[in-house]
C-alpha cells in the first residue's frame, strides 16, 4: 500500500507540475505583451490623432477672455467709437459675403508699435497698432484679417494650444485663470506663428474670403511683401527652419491663386474712415 501510494504521488505530481508551468508561462508571457503594448500606447499622443475636439466653445471663451484681460495688463485696448464702427465694417463685409456671423467675430485694435496681428481663443482677432502703421491701403488690413479668420474658421487656434498645452492644463486655466499660463499663451500665439501648412491654408482662405468680398486680395500680397523687407536681413537658409514660410513666397503663392477678373471688386471703406482708423491708431487715444 504504501508503494502503491507513493507510485501514485509520484504520477500525481507530475500532472500537478506540468500544468503549473505551462500556465506560469503564459502568464508570463502575457505580462511581458502588457507591459510591451502599454510602452507603445503611452508613447502615442492620442490628443493629436483625435483632433483635439474636447475643448468645448464655452471653456474656449473664458480662456479668450482671460487673454483678452492678460493683454490688457501690458497693452492699451482702442475701443472708441469711431475705430469700433470702422472695424465692424471691414468686420461684417468679410462674414456676411463668406456666411459667417459678424457676431462670432471680435476684433480688438491694441497700442503696440509691433506689427502682428494673430488669433485667439474665442474667436478674437487683436490688431496692433503697429499694422495699421505699416498698412497704406484698407485691402492690406483686409487681407491680414481675413487671414486670421481663416485660422478661427480651420480651429488652428485651439488645435495649436491643445497640442503645446494639453487639454488638463486648458480646462484648468478656465477654472482658475492662472496668470503664468496665460502669458504663455499669448507669447505662444503672439510671438511664433504656426505650421507652414496651417499659414498656407489661412493665406488660400484669406483670398478667397476677401474675393467673396468683392475686396481686392492684392492688398493681401503688398503686405506680404512689405513683411519681406522687414526680415530681409534674415538668411534665406534660415526658411527651412522656420515654421512660418518666407513671406515673399507667400505673397507669390497668394498672387497666383488671384482670380483673373477684378472688375467687382468694390472699396470697403470711404477715404474719411480710413484716415480715422489710421489717424486714431497713430495717436492712440
Known sequence: MPHFWSKNKGVTEHYILFPMKKVFFQFLVLVILFLTLFGGLSSIDFMKYWHLQSINRRTEDKIGQLVIDGIKKSNKEINNDSVQVVLNTIKSRICIANSISPADIAIHLVRSDEVNAFAIPGHHIIIYTGLIDRCDSVSELCGVIGHEMGHIQLNHVMKRLLNELGIGLLAAVA??????VIGQIIKILSSTAFAR????EAD???????????????????????????????????????????SKKRA???????????????PVLTGSEWLVLKNTANSGY
Open 175 to 180: 477654472s482658475n485663470g492662472n496668470s503664468a
Open 197 to 200: 501648412k496651417q499659414e498656407s
Open 204 to 246: 488660400k482662405i484669406s483670398v478667397r474670403y476677401l474675393e467673396q468680398a468683392h475686396i481686392n486680395p492684392k492688398g493681401f500680397a503688398n503686405i506680404m511683401l512689405k513683411l519681406a523687407d522687414m526680415h530681409a536681413g534674415i538668411p534665406k537658409e534660415m526658411e527651412w527652419i522656420s515654421t512660418h514660410p518666407d
Open 252 to 266: 507669390d503663392t497668394i498672387l497666383s491663386i488671384i482670380h483673373a477678373d477684378q472688375s467687382n471688386y468694390t
